[in-house]
């Protein structure tokens, strides 16, 4: 029950902050005074970045499917349903078809080698899969749900979608995790597409750890065939990338 009074309050919160983004007369019983008050004290910046990077897909006519990587709680989800796939109602002139979660839906694995940390445990940031699709409610048509632990799943799953993919959203914290992701979308993605971590300055920030470490040996790897833009980084822990295919960089694109 407290999950659910929790996503009430924010889907409250995420509604009030668009009618405030968007210019949307506000409703002649006192919240003109209150949402800044209230805003500041809730404000989830992930928000801000699914919204922003709603307008670049948009701006550069970019369509395709959302993944998401670690799913618990379903907040980034909704995230994107609300901004990335509503096209109608935020004006965006690109279509992103479909929603994609890949997540255990036992929480973390057992940490092993430089993936330890304090604040990790196993079992930690667990959600059933069935509670996640209840959160997905009317919009559930339009979100697969990949259950299973990545090196279990991915190297077998069939990636039978036709769109590439326009923003691939990394929160499985480990090193390990973030690898074996990373791995599958390689040859999947669209140019210009995003790539976030939501867990960067995890590990005290430290380049040889986590998803700083994984990014790293990512970007080595297919050095000859894909680049990497910076993006921007977003509160609290995040960082954002543009994925670039070399072949076709400094070329003009219909």
Not at 5 to 20: E, G, N, P, T
Not at 72 to 85: E, F, S
Not at 149 to 156: E, I, K, S, V
């Amino acid at each position: 029950m407290s999950r659910i009074i929790s996503q009430i309050h924010q889907d409250l919160i995420d509604f009030i902050k668009r009618l405030c983004v968007r210019g949307t007369p506000m409703p002649r019983f006192g919240l003109r005074q209150v949402v800044p008050s209230l805003l500041a004290k809730n404000r989830d910046h992930r928000f801000d970045f699914f919204s922003w990077t709603a307008n670049y897909l948009s701006a550069n006519y970019i369509d395709g499917v959302y993944v998401e990587f670690g799913c618990c709680g379903a907040v980034t989800m909704r995230y994107a349903l609300n901004t990335l796939g509503k096209p109608a109602a935020y004006g965006l002139r690109n279509h992103i078809s479909h929603f994609f979660a890949f997540d255990s839906f036992e929480g973390l694995p057992e940490a092993s080698g430089l993936d330890r940390q304090k604040c990790f445990s196993k079992g930690k940031f667990s959600m059933s899969e069935e509670a996640f699709k209840r959160l997905m409610r009317r919009d559930l048509y339009r979100v697969t749900t990949i259950k299973g632990f990545y090196q279990d799943t991915l190297p077998h799953y069939e990636w039978q979608e036709k769109n590439g993919i326009a923003l691939a959203y990394f929160d499985c914290d480990y090193y390990e995790s973030t690898k074996n992701a990373l791995e599958f979308i390689k040859d999947k993605m669209n140019h210009g597409a995003v790539i976030a971590f939501d867990d960067w300055q995890m590990y005290y920030g430290d380049p040889k750890r986590g998803q700083k470490k994984a990014m790293t040996e990512f970007r080595e790897q297919y050095q000859k065939t894909i680049y990497l833009e910076p993006f921007f980084p977003f509160p609290p822990l995040g960082m954002s990338f543009i994925y670039l295919k070399k072949e076709l960089m400094g070329s003009p694109l219909e």
